[in-house]
Structures are given as C-alpha cells and as structure tokens.
C-alpha cells in the first residue's frame, strides 16, 4: 500500500495523485470484469455444446433438446422445478470453477502486467 502524500506538497499535486489512483483501481475493475465476464460466458457455452452433443451435433436436434426441456419444464409441479433450479445452480458454479480454474493465469496477469503507458504520467 502507498504511503499518504505529505501534506507539504501542493493539493494539485495530491489530486493529480488521487485521480491516478482512482484511475489505476478502475482499470483493475474494468481488467477483472472481463475476465468474469468472458468466463460467465465461457461456462454458459458448456451447456450449448451438451445439448449440442444431445441433439447430434445439429441445429435441429439442438432446439428439438431444448424445447423438451422446456415443455418438462414447464409441466413439472413447483417442488421439482425447485429441485431441477437448484441442481442447475450447482452444476453452473461447478461449470464456472473449472472454467476459472482453467483460465487463473489470465486473472493473475491482470496483477503482474503492468498498465499501458498512459500521457498524463512522465
């Protein structure tokens, strides 16, 4: 963690300071969402290619898969819809831990490498 700026030194300075921090910390954000986001999408994409695989391969097997779920779905009393949720939920997070897992070094980057050169900093 940096030390305060001493406060003998100009409030310009310790605001260019402040705002270089801000500026810093929202990169960081903006780097961390993407890898979030790309592996939310990422882990979404394993249930495509199942019932992908469930379909064989085809775009019509594919929505013939996921109207079945649907129309089970939809039929189904509110205790197994509940159950069939959960399990969902579950299975998404496995889904999403092993897509992290396998993508961490992409995460560890966004600490070790440094920003861009930016023209506000000499």
């Not at 003998?8 to 810093?24: E, I, K, N, T, V």
């Not at 939809?74 to 509940?82: H, K, Q, V, Y």
């Not at 831990?97 to 070094?105: D, G, N, S, Y």
Request: proline share 5%; net charge positive.
């Amino acid at each position: 963690m940096e030390e305060p700026l001493p406060s003998s030194r100009p409030a310009s300075l310790r605001s260019h300071a402040a705002g270089l921090l801000f500026a810093d910390a929202c990169y960081i954000a903006l780097r961390i969402t993407g890898w979030l986001t790309v592996t939310s999408l990422a882990a979404m994409g394993l249930y495509v290619l199942f019932f992908l695989a469930l379909g064989n391969m085809s775009a019509e097997g594919f929505f013939a898969q996921i109207a079945n779920l649907g129309n089970r779905f939809t039929a189904a009393d509110t205790l197994r819809r509940d159950s069939f949720l959960s399990i969902v939920g579950t299975v998404s997070t496995v889904l999403f831990l092993i897509v992290a897992a396998a993508r961490f070094r992409s995460l560890l980057a966004i600490f070790v490498t440094p920003a861009p050169a930016r023209k506000d900093r000499p």
